[in-house]
């Protein structure tokens, strides 16, 4: 469903990714992993529009959408978070909402019938009319996942969307994200909570991806040991 | 969650003011009480504008003018070439400055946060330049109206209430506008650019067009704001309709009064126009200056101390007197 090419980005003389192939497939959850600095969230920019991509080619389900704008990356099925986390913090949890679901819906009452149901899927129903800055960062992060599903993806990109929060918290999150259904490409750089979720995990280490896999040979996989251990 | 006064009162103290405003000219008998309202008015409906594009999308325009005389110069050399009813100028007017308001959206808009408003002041600036320089529109010199009669048909009246209820028409009309577009897509799409345009557009919002869609509205209001004037005033000239004062101006009225509410502007324009017209008595003489210095020292007094203005403060000692 998404096909990355040979995805290639420097800034001045440091290649932040160079030539990243990765796919996801239809419902798939891929994991995305690598120390700091590897160039994850570089990558996650690339595909969604925030950076232009120096060379490769970013496919879904059959579409180009190399350095396409993010608002039509966004309109194409895929959604994403923030490594830093971005709501709109003077409006309220559900108005939040309701602007990622006025991409499927014209009118406020189906845009708001809509949030409300993304609210429900992600827990956060009983905020729903609380200013979304007064929250605290675990619970903005889910309304970024709120908002991401009110626009009804194909593909939810996630940066960092789980570190930080507590071990309950995750595990709530990770039961979240399973029930959506769709294709998730999930960018962690702690392996543990990773692991357990993904399908298949990529690993990335200083712009190149070093080893790709099911979860539990990743983990045994020396290269990757060693990029994170730094030996 | 915000303080909110309740439902039924709101609505009665909003009745009560729109009866007050529509009975002002029929209480008051004389012209300048009445030139004073009609004041309130212009300013109400120019901030309310403003507010479209600055308190909604977040765009900080100081060029308002532009659109302004925009306004007033299409309808008077249409009346003036071709004889043209100003309500049509009104029309025609607004369709030019929605022109204009792309051709600055366009590049401007590429520009974030205090580049644009510096952008729009450069603008504002040049258009008085060569507005001057136009001989064909009066350039220094400036046009008079050409009266061919009193009456709705010429938007032009022998007394001042004639122009008082077509100001209020006019912002009745903007009013309905804002309250429209801030419940649809358009309102939700403008504050989620305000508050962080990257974010906004990976969640769909496609922030140019909305942007050109705001600054196309506001536009198109304030051109008729400047039709109206020029019916009102029978004269204009570059230092009447394009100065940068004026531009700085209309920014104070909403944000003064609240940017990004609705009854902001009409807040702000009901204490800064009395206020001007005091002082200027005051300070004697025409004090334009002066006007901006104390204009520029308000905006920032207002950003540091109460950002969301008079309607602010109101909720906030509404708040408080509710808690006590
Ligand atoms: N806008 C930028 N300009 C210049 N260099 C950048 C820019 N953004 C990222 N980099 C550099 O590119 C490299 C990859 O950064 P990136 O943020 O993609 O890493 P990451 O894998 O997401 O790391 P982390 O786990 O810390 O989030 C880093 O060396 C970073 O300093
Ligand atoms: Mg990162």
Redesign the pocket.
């Known amino acids: 469903m998404l096909e990355v090419q040979r995805l290639t980005k420097r800034?001045?003389g440091?290649v932040?990714?160079d030539a990243i192939d990765l796919t996801v497939g239809e419902r798939e959850i891929v994991g995305l992993i690598?120390?700091?600095?590897?160039?994850?969230?570089?990558?996650?920019?690339c595909i969604t529009g925030q950076?232009k991509l120096d060379q490769g080619r970013v496919g879904f389900e059959g579409r180009d959408l190399t350095n396409r704008a993010p608002e039509v990356i966004a309109r194409a099925g895929i959604a994403r978070t923030f490594?830093l986390v971005r709501v709109f913090r003077e409006m309220s949890v559900v108005d939040n909402v309701v602007v990622g679901a006025f991409l499927r819906e014209r009118t406020r009452q189906g845009a708001r019938a809509r949030a409300m149901q993304a609210l429900k899927a992600t827990g956060l129903s009983a905020s729903a009319s609380t200013d979304a800055g007064a929250l605290p960062v675990a619970l903005q992060k889910r309304i970024e996942l709120a908002r991401a599903v009110a626009m009804e993806p194909r593909l939810i990109v996630l940066?960092?969307t789980l570190s930080g929060l507590t071990e309950a918290e995750t595990r709530e999150a990770v039961d979240v994200l399973r029930g959506l259904r769709v294709a998730l490409l999930v960018?962690e750089?702690v392996m543990e909570v990773i692991m357990p979720l993904s399908d298949r995990v990529v690993v990335?280490d200083a712009?190149k991806r070093i080893a790709e896999g099911p979860p539990a040979a990743i983990a045994r996989d020396p290269r990757v040991i060693e990029a994170y251990l730094g030996v | 969650m915000r303080p909110r006064t309740s439902g039924l009162s709101l609505q009665a103290a909003v009745a009560l003011l729109a009866a007050a405003v529509l009975g002002w000219p029929l209480i008051f008998r004389g012209p300048y009480p009445q030139h004073i309202m009609i004041l309130i008015l212009l300013n109400a409906l120019l901030g309310t504008a403003w507010n479209i594009l600055g308190g909604f999308a977040g765009q900080i325009s100081l060029g308002q003018a532009i659109f302004f005389g925009a306004g007033a110069y299409t309808s008077t050399l249409l009346a003036q070439h071709a004889e043209i009813s100003p309500w049509i100028g009104l029309v025609a007017g607004a369709l030019v400055a929605i022109v204009i308001a792309i051709a600055i959206g366009g590049p401007c808009f590429r520009l974030s946060g205090h580049y644009f408003a510096i952008a729009t002041i450069a603008l504002g600036e040049i258009a008085a330049i060569a507005v001057t320089n136009w001989d064909y529109a009066g350039g220094a010199v400036g046009l008079f109206l050409p009266v061919e009669g009193t009456g709705l048909a010429q938007m032009k009246f022998d007394d001042k209430r004639g122009y008082h209820y077509v100001i209020c028409a006019l912002l009745v009309l903007a009013l309905a506008v804002t309250v429209w577009l801030r419940g649809a897509r358009a309102g939700y799409y403008w504050r989620a650019i305000r508050e962080d345009q990257a974010a906004a557009r990976s969640a769909g919002v496609p922030a140019t067009r909305y942007k050109l869609l705001a600054i196309s509205i506001s536009a198109a209001l304030t051109a008729m704001a400047g039709t109206f004037y020029a019916q009102y005033v029978l004269f204009i000239d570059p230092p009447s309709v394009l100065p940068l004062s004026l531009s700085i101006q209309i920014c104070l009225v909403a944000v003064l009064g609240g940017a990004g509410t609705l009854l902001g502007p009409l807040l702000g324009a009901a204490v800064l126009v009395p206020l001007s017209a005091a002082t200027s008595v005051l300070l004697g003489g025409s004090g334009r200056s002066l006007d901006l210095v104390v204009y520029g020292a308000l905006i920032m007094v207002i950003a540091v101390f109460e950002p969301s203005g008079l309607v602010g403060l109101w909720r906030r000692i509404s708040a408080t007197v509710s808690r006590n």
């Open positions: 800034f001045g440091l932040a990714n690598g120390p700091n600095g590897a160039g994850k969230t570089t990558f996650f920019n950076l490594q940066d960092e960018v750089h990335l712009g």
